[in-house]
């Protein structure tokens, strides 16, 4: 009759200790192991600054011919690959993601002309020239401008220092929960990694004040890359004895 009693104090000091865990925490209690466990949740976020700028632009043009379009549509990306190369964009550097060659109608169905769309993806490592970048696509005949995206190079070895922290700040939430359970903390049983990266997207931001030529100092567009977070979260099992 004694090992009902001695079960059901073993399930109310389970519940308790899990009750008075912090958030993300967990004390485990294994009667049939020597040792016991706590599982913790460790979540870290390093403040970076962008150093690449992913700019998306292209050419839109239309034509009564497919070969009319075409012959618009080359020399305008033509045009703008020989300004991106006088900013010093490399050819590695410029990617064409997207070509279309599109019939148009008229209200009863009709083919009135044809629409060909070309865009390029352009990578400026030297992220303080986006927003001339940007000036002399258009003004060399680009009218799509589909966004800025800021890029971390060295992304990876952030990210992986910030693992390195997330499992730091594991270790002392566990620490934490040792001490107040009664336990000392042991070896890592367990690492499992729970967060995945995430890019960060803005739009450009053009600083025209009014007035005067559109290429003064006043109307250039202006690119602010800012700051973006790379998060780590990771989920560690300490022996706890």
Known sequence: MKTPIVLALALTLALVLAGCAPAESTVHLQQERDSDTITVTGRVGLEVTPDVAQVSIGVSSQAATPGDARLQNSTAINATLAALAELGIGEKDIQTS???????????GNIIGYRMSTDLTIYVREIEKAGEVVDAAIEAGSNQLNGVEYLVSNRDEIYNQALIDAIETARQKAEA????????????????????AVATVREFVNADTGGGDA???????????GSTQIDAEVKVVFRAE
């Open 98 to 108: 997207n070509m279309n060659l599109w019939n148009r109608y008229d209200n009863n």
């Open 177 to 196: 929960l040792a001490t107040a359970s009664g336990k000392i903390l042991g070896e890592v049983q367990q690492v499992d990694e729970t967060s995945r």
């Open 215 to 225: 290429m003064n100092d006043r109307a250039k567009t202006t690119i602010r890359p």
